[in-house]
């Protein structure tokens, strides 16, 4: 059964700082990973897609990495503002389905 | 391009009672699944539909069961509803099922169990 962690829980940083967010995933096996942002209440949203034979992805300010081998993800966020502030979420896609890490909340202060 | 659609966005049901949820995929993908958010435990996969067929399912009861129509629209399910089963449903598509394929999610639907 793929397990996946998010480490930290939580991470409150002042505007400007890069955030960096981490997820573990136990089976390598994946088709996938994407990194999710949902504000409180709301969906998800698609944050980058990476292919299980990438090693990167970019999105203007974001940048996400996978290590397949090694069941590890990194999700970069440059110069933060406080419109940055939501609930990470890493997800990885296997047999049909995706499974979700319990997420990172982020608080950027302005 | 419209998004992904849920209806309706917020319910509350009384305990015993069935509900039925409601998602439209983004025009041309074929793929639906359904997914469960809780604060305890997360988000969790309930099942994924892929030409009215059912490709994989969660660990759920059978109180909760879906289905996919032929224009790719999907409804779930759940009978005599329970307090745990209070939730954010959320709803997501893609284009087909091959791995290449990331998910779209919608908005959900928060459905309160009284």
């Known amino acids: 059964k793929q397990e996946v962690t998010q480490i930290p829980a939580a991470l409150s940083v002042p505007e400007g700082e890069n955030l960096v967010l981490n997820c573990s995933f136990t089976?390598?096996?994946?088709?996938?990973l994407q990194w999710f942002r949902q504000d409180p209440g709301k969906g998800l949203t698609s944050l980058l897609l990476?292919?299980?034979?990438?090693r990167e992805q970019t999105s203007g300010r974001l940048n996400a990495s996978l290590d397949k081998s090694s069941g590890r993800s990194t999700l970069y966020i440059a110069a933060s503002q406080p419109g940055d502030s939501a609930t990470y979420l890493c997800?990885?896609?296997?047999?049909?389905?995706?499974?979700f890490g319990a997420g990172t909340t982020v608080t950027v202060r302005a | 391009k419209a998004g992904v659609t849920q209806t309706p966005r917020y319910l509350i049901k009384t305990r015993g009672q069935q509900v039925t949820l409601s998602c439209s995929p983004i025009?041309?993908?074929?793929?639906v699944s359904w997914y469960q958010q809780t604060p305890g435990q997360g988000l969790q996969f309930l099942f994924e539909?892929?030409?009215?067929?059912?490709?994989n399912k969660g660990n759920f009861p059978g109180r909760f069961s879906g289905r996919q129509f032929s224009n790719s629209r999907s409804e779930m399910n759940v009978s005599t509803l329970e307090l745990g089963d209070s939730a954010l449903y959320l709803c997501?598509?893609?284009?087909?099922?091959?791995?290449?394929?990331?998910?779209?999610f919608g908005s959900g639907t928060r459905l309160t169990v009284v």
């Open positions: 997501a598509s893609r284009q087909g099922i091959d791995r290449d394929y990331g998910y779209t």
């Open positions: 089976d390598s096996a994946i088709y996938n």
């Open positions: 990476i292919q299980s034979s990438q």
């Open positions: 997800a990885v896609s296997g047999d049909y389905k995706l499974s």
């Open positions: 025009s041309g993908h074929r793929s």
């Open positions: 539909y892929f030409s009215e067929t059912q490709r």
